[in-house]
């Protein structure tokens, strides 16, 4: 993984999910990696820690209680657009995959997930997020070269 390298991308990641092993897990596998994490069991804490804190990706499992995923989705495109949310699912079927690229996501993880599927979910948020930032640049020098109106 490229991120290994040099200083990795995600400074602070999110992880929401109802199981306290699969956070406990998610946390221990993160900080080996060198990120920062905070863990949520449930829809309260996770918009409580969209509203704030920072992160760089937020893991979301599909059935995390006290919500539907797709408005959990949608307030994080409310607060943070440019934020890429990884869906996780203990469930997998295709009808669960389709919605989750329909909320917006940026991937999809099957529980239980290899390491290797972890960090390769970590470089696509990564280079969704280089995207995103690109992208603003270009749409602010596009503006920003257009001469000022002088009034005549």
């Known amino acids: 993984m490229t991120h290994h390298d040099e ?42 820690a969209l509203a704030t804190d920072q992160f760089s ?5 599909d059935s995390l209680p006290g919500e539907d995923p797709g408005n959990l989705v949608e307030r994080v495109e409310q607060f943070r657009p440019d ?17 989750a690229l329909r909320y917006g996501v940026c991937d999809f993880l099957v529980k239980p997930f290899s390491l290797e599927d972890l960090e390769s979910a970590i470089e696509r948020a990564e280079r969704r997020m280089r995207r995103f930032a690109q992208q603003s640049v270009v749409d602010v020098s596009v503006f920003s070269n257009q001469e000022p109106d002088s009034g005549r």
Not at 26 to 46: K, Q, S
Not at 84 to 96: A, N, Q, R
């Open 83 to 99: 934020l890429p949310v990884v869906m996780m699912t203990s469930c997998p079927s295709i009808d669960g995959a389709v919605n």
């Open 57 to 61: 990706i937020v893991f979301l499992d």
């Open 7 to 48: 200083k990795p991308f995600p400074t602070r990641v999110l992880v929401a999910d109802g199981n306290q092993s699969v956070r406990d897990h998610m946390e221990a596998v993160l900080e080996r990696l060198g990120i920062e994490t905070m863990l949520v069991a449930d829809a309260v804490g996770f918009v409580s």
